[in-house]
């Protein structure tokens, strides 16, 4: 039972432009919610988190907005940039986390 | 060390053999986790431990698969009788708390197929 739902596998985006990643979820008592970033052959990495009593949360050029009523939430990365091609996934917490299946994102000089 | 380390990094085991796969997690980390990662998909919860104290193993898919951290620190995931779906990247990740909402950082993985 996937909790954490990314629908887009792929997005590829021209360097300089807003690459926007998407992500949905069922369970309504998740109240923590991170993106990780992860390249091949390493672990995921930390990127940025939000609470859900926030509705946005920005560190640099990345925002991350939650829509608690739509069950939604969004990464923002502006402006893309070439070290950003990676597998970014979405995660939501209890206190084990709960992983979409990710979405490569290409960044294209 | 600086992050969370597993070893080996690869292994390949013969359906059937038994498989040990260790976590070096953060020093001073409270909480540690296991998660299975089959290609293409996101990592899946295992189990959990807090210091020494294993509090969920609810994510384990079998009674073959064993966890143990038996002084708080490195762990072990035991995969007995290996099955060819077992084969996946097993991801270990510490936190410094042992609260909710606490960021986890992963090691790198080892990646196990079973032929």
């Known amino acids: 039972d996937q909790q954490v739902k990314q629908n887009s596998p792929s997005l590829s985006v021209q360097e300089g432009r807003i690459s926007i990643l998407n992500c949905d979820y069922t369970?309504?008592?998740?109240?923590?919610f991170l993106w990780y970033k992860k390249y091949p052959a390493e672990g995921p990495t930390f990127l940025i988190s939000?609470?859900?009593?926030?509705d946005k949360n920005e560190d640099g050029r990345f925002t991350v907005f939650l829509n608690k009523s739509a069950k939604h939430l969004s990464l923002h990365i502006v402006p893309s940039q070439p070290g950003d091609s990676a597998v970014y996934f979405c995660?939501?917490?209890?206190?084990?986390?709960?992983f979409g299946a990710g979405t490569t994102v290409t960044v294209r000089a | 060390g600086a992050g969370v380390s597993q070893s080996p990094r690869y292994k390949v085991a013969k359906r059937g053999q038994d498989v040990a796969l260790r976590c070096d997690p953060i020093?001073?980390?409270?909480?540690l986790f296991w998660y299975q990662q089959a290609l293409g998909q996101g990592p899946e919860f295992l189990t959990y431990?807090?210091?020494?104290?294993?509090?969920?193993k609810s994510g384990l898919p079998s009674d073959r698969f064993f966890a143990e951290r038996p002084e708080g620190s490195v762990s072990t995931l035991k995969i007995q009788r290996t099955q060819q779906e077992d084969s996946a990247v097993y991801l270990c990740?510490?936190?410094?708390?042992?609260?909710?909402?606490?960021?986890?950082?992963f090691g790198s993985g080892t990646q196990l197929s079973v032929l």
């Open positions: 990740a510490s936190s410094l708390a042992q609260g909710r909402n606490e960021k986890l950082f």
């Open positions: 369970n309504s008592m998740f109240d923590y």
């Open positions: 939000i609470s859900s009593i926030k």
């Open positions: 995660a939501a917490s209890l206190y084990k986390l709960s």
């Open positions: 020093s001073g980390h409270v909480s």
């Open positions: 431990f807090q210091n020494e104290a294993q509090l969920d």
